[in-house]
Antibody
Framework: QVQLVESGGGVVQPGRSLRLSCGASGFSFSSYGMHWVRQAPGKGLEWVAVISHDESMEDYADSVKGRFTISRDNSKNTLYLQMDSLRAEDTAVYYC??????????????WGQGTLVTVSS | DIQMTQSPSSLSAFVGDRVTITCRASQGISNNLAWYQQKPGKVPKLLIYAASTLQSGVPSRFSGSGSGTDFTLTISSLQPEDVATYYCQKYNSALFTFGPGTKVDIK
């Protein structure tokens, strides 16, 4: 079965960086695009970034463009989110999610359990 | 950018009631819409994609309809385990925007 396990969350000061990882198993990781989605405490879901299966395409929400970078290592079945210049409003649970099969423009189907990032001085 | 709205923001209904949630896109998105269920303290779960295709394993009391700008999620007979927040998400382009959510509980 599909398993996605996020790691790397924690408390970080504003302006600093953090890298999240998402280990994947139970499916052919290199065949699927992947998303990052976040959820601030008590708030709704916010899509963050997407990457194609072969890293040829990636896109970002306006709120993180220029600060966050999505990447993947298909040899390690791992997805990453490099977060730079962090702000208090980036505080959230960050979920990685596998895309539905199909085109680049497919939504998430399976989600990890999430990792909490808290940006605070 | 295309904005997504949902109505109502919350609702309360009896077990067995038919429940309908509406999602509206500010511009046409064809049928590129998904619905998710997030139970309290849990991870979101995909219910429906392509506006009306039921994800494998999802109970048949859930259904989706619509195209263009107006979409609905219907629960034909509300069950206690359906207490959750429901989100729509568009995916016609590289901005995979979610709606604000509709919280459903039992009267």
């Amino acid at each position: 079965q599909v398993q996605l396990v996020e790691s790397g969350g924690g408390v970080v000061q504003p302006g600093r960086s953090l890298r999240l990882s998402c280990g994947a198993s139970g499916f052919s990781f290199s065949s699927y695009g992947m998303h990052w989605v976040r959820q601030a405490p008590g708030k709704g879901l916010e899509w963050v970034a997407v990457i194609s299966h072969d890293e040829s395409m990636e896109d970002y929400a306006d709120s993180v463009k220029g600060r966050f970078t999505i990447s993947r290592d298909n040899s390690k079945n791992t997805l990453y989110l490099q977060m730079d210049s962090l702000r208090a409003e980036d505080t959230a649970v960050y979920y990685c999610a596998k895309k539905l099969p199909g085109s680049y423009y497919e939504p998430p189907d399976y989600w990890g359990q999430g990792t909490l990032v808290t940006v605070s001085s | 950018d295309i904005q997504m709205t949902q109505s109502p923001s919350s609702l309360s209904a009896f077990v067995g009631d038919r429940v309908t949630i509406t999602c509206r896109a500010s511009q046409g998105i064809s049928n590129n819409l998904a619905w998710y269920q997030q139970k309290p303290g849990k991870v979101p779960k995909l219910l429906i994609y392509a506006a009306s295709t039921l994800q494998s394993g999802v109970p048949s009391r859930f259904s989706g309809s619509g195209s263009g700008t107006d979409f609905t999620l219907t629960i034909s007979s509300l069950q206690p385990e359906d207490v959750a927040t429901y989100y729509c998400q568009k995916y016609n382009s590289a901005l995979f925007t979610f709606g604000p959510g509709t919280k459903v509980d039992i009267k």
